[in-house]
Structures are given as C-alpha cells and as structure tokens.
C-alpha cells in the first residue's frame, strides 16, 4: 500500500470584501492561511486548508509550518496511509496544533481515496448530496451590514449567523434591520455571542433574541461557565450551539456530561475527518442536532468541509459560504449556491490552481 514520502505546507494570503469582526476584539481582515499538501510514494496527493486562529487556538501561520515540519512530519513520513492507528497514535503525541493536525487528516483521507482511484466526495459517499448553508455576518455599522447581507442573498444565502455580544443594544437593532430587510423572502438568522453574553443577564437577553425570532444562539457564555451553561441550556429559552467548548473529542464528552448545549458545531478544519466522525457519532448518541462550522475557509476548506456536511445526522445549516467574501482564491474553480443550497456535486472538479498558489503566497 502506498506509504506517506512527503508533507510540504505552502503559506498563501487572500483578500477579503471587507473584514469580518466577532465577539469582544475578534477581526479579520485577509485569509491568511496553510496549504497543506501529502504525497505518498506512489504519487497520490492530498491537499488541505489549515486557517491559523492565534485568538481561538492560539496557532499561527508560523506555528502550523514548523509544527509540521519538524514534528508531525517526521512522526508521519514512511507510514502506510491506511496504517490508521499508528498514524493516530503518532498525531495524538503532540498536543494542541488542531488545525495543523485536521488539515493533515483530511490529505490523508483524499490520499486514500486517489490511492482507490476515486474523489474525495466518492470516498466519503454523504447520502445528502445538497446541503443548506449560512453565512457568517461579522459586526459592523449598519449599512456595511446591509450591503453585504444584500449582496450575498443575491449569491444564494438563505441563513445569516449575525454575530453579537459586543453591544446588545446594536445588536438587536441589527438584526430588527436585517428582520425589516428581508421580510418575506424566507431568510433565517441565528447568533453567535462568542462567549460574550454577562452571565447575569444571559437568560433575559436570550428571551429577547427569541422574542424577535432568532433561531438559536452559539457560545452564549464563556467556557469555563459550566454549571451557568448548563443551567442556560435547562432553561430552554432556545436551543444553544456548542463551538469553542468543543474542541476536541475530549471536550464534546465532558459537554455531553453536563448537558450544556443542543446543536454541536462541528469544524472540520481542527478536527480533520476522524476526529468529526468521532464527535458526529457521538452527539448523535445523545439526541443533539449538529451542523458544520467555519473557520473562515476559502474555497478549497470549503470543499473538504461540504463532503463531510452531506453525511447523515447533519441536519442543521453549514456555514459553508465564507468563500463568498474572498474576492480571490486558489482553486481552478468557483463554488456557487442555488438557493440557499450547495450541490455537492461542484466538490468533485473544484481542485488546486498551482499558478494561482504562487500568486498568492507571500515572498
């Protein structure tokens, strides 16, 4: 079987329409992301998207490169890429690094689909072969808010996650805005506090967004707040998503324990596919919805992220539209929506422009 012989990671910088802020100082004003590429002895190739997040998991562009280089890599060249307990084990030694090792766990997936002569998105096989999407809504003024909830209607987006948490006063004049906006056109909005709702008035503020008609609300509070959060989600106010309290496998089984949430936000890009199987199966064995997240994917991360969306249990929107506000990107194609849907279909062809890779990595 084919054996893993090289792991090269190639820094790339995007530009973005706008920039994307959230919860108390979070900001975002280019994809300044990872490829990620494996290539195995007999010639097969897998590539992914690793975002570095300092702010959320403290990785960096630089952090995701050396960690590859001269850890993982070195723990990984020469295995069998369907040798998947050792190649776990050896992963599962460094600690932290989410994106760096999920990016590394889907090449290896599509490493072993091309080694079997198939796509990614054959290999996978999701039963759901159209998938509802959202669009991630950054805080910003009014018309700026506006202009790009506009815009990406007009690209197909039929779900908006508002972002909240900084001034609540604003954010429920935004959504009234966005509400009055696009009344009778079928659009649906839920929130995403970023653990920025003061635990004193959490319950009240909740009762408030589902007085005006959001749908539910991501990380209300902060993650250490257990015991509140738990309480939170028994108070059925509405139904709360769980993200940064959701790292990790480890961390969906102390979640579980407590209770604390409803949907499970599952991102593949710090979770690769392993482990997203493993946090899909297991929240489905405790009732919860589940959908998949976002980390600000251009359109490759978007791919490996829509294959992964269209498996049963899935049954909640996926913020698969960030590639939307790129204005450029490093793919041969594009990615559309119809709708408020993406056909997964688009994933098979969608592949890596090495011209437009070099175009866009620094230096």
Not at 294 to 310: E, H, K, N, P, Y
């Amino acid at each position: 079987m084919p054996k893993i012989a090289e792991i090269h990671t190639i820094p790339f910088r995007l530009p973005m329409a706008g920039s994307l802020s959230w919860g108390k100082a979070g900001h975002l004003s280019a994809a300044e992301h990872v490829l990620v590429r494996v290539v195995t002895d007999t010639g097969h190739t897998g590539l992914a998207e690793a975002p570095p997040r300092p702010t959320i998991y403290g990785e960096t562009v630089q952090s995701i490169k050396a960690i590859i280089q001269h850890h993982l890599a070195p723990r990984l060249v020469g295995l069998d890429i369907d040798d998947t307990e050792t190649i776990s084990r050896q992963m599962s030694a460094i600690a932290n690094n989410h994106t760096a090792k999920g990016a590394l766990d889907i090449c290896l997936h599509e490493c072993r689909a091309a080694a079997r002569g198939q796509t990614l998105l054959e290999y996978l096989n999701p039963p759901q072969r159209r998938v509802k999407v959202s669009y991630i809504l950054g805080i910003a003024d009014r018309d700026t808010m506006l202009a790009e909830a506009r815009r990406v209607y007009d690209q197909g987006v039929r779900v908006l996650k508002v972002k909240v948490g900084r001034n609540f006063a604003d954010d429920l004049a935004r959504i009234q805005v966005l509400q009055a906006e696009f009344a009778g056109s079928g659009m649906w909005l839920y929130a995403d506090a970023n653990e920025g709702l003061p635990p004193q008035d959490a319950a009240a503020r909740l009762r408030r967004l589902a007085e005006l008609g959001i749908l539910y609300v991501e990380e209300p509070l902060p993650v250490e707040m257990i015991p509140e959060r738990a309480a939170l989600r028994q108070a059925e106010i509405l139904p709360l998503i769980a993200d940064d309290s959701t790292f990790t496998p480890r961390d969906l089984a102390r979640e579980l324990r407590f209770n604390t949430f409803d949907i499970l936000n599952i991102k593949t890009a710090r979770t690769g596919y392993t482990q997203s199987r493993q946090m899909l199966e297991m929240a489905a064995s405790q009732g919860k919805g589940v959908m998949v997240g976002s980390q600000a994917s251009a359109t490759l991360g978007t791919v490996r992220a829509a294959v992964f969306a269209g498996l049963d249990g899935i049954d909640y929107p996926s913020e698969l539209s960030f590639f939307l506000k790129i204005t450029d990107d490093i793919t041969n194609h594009p990615l559309r929506l119809e709708n408020g849907y993406l056909d997964l279909q688009q994933c098979a062809g969608i592949t890596l422009d090495e011209a437009r890779l070099r175009q866009f990595a620094p230096g």
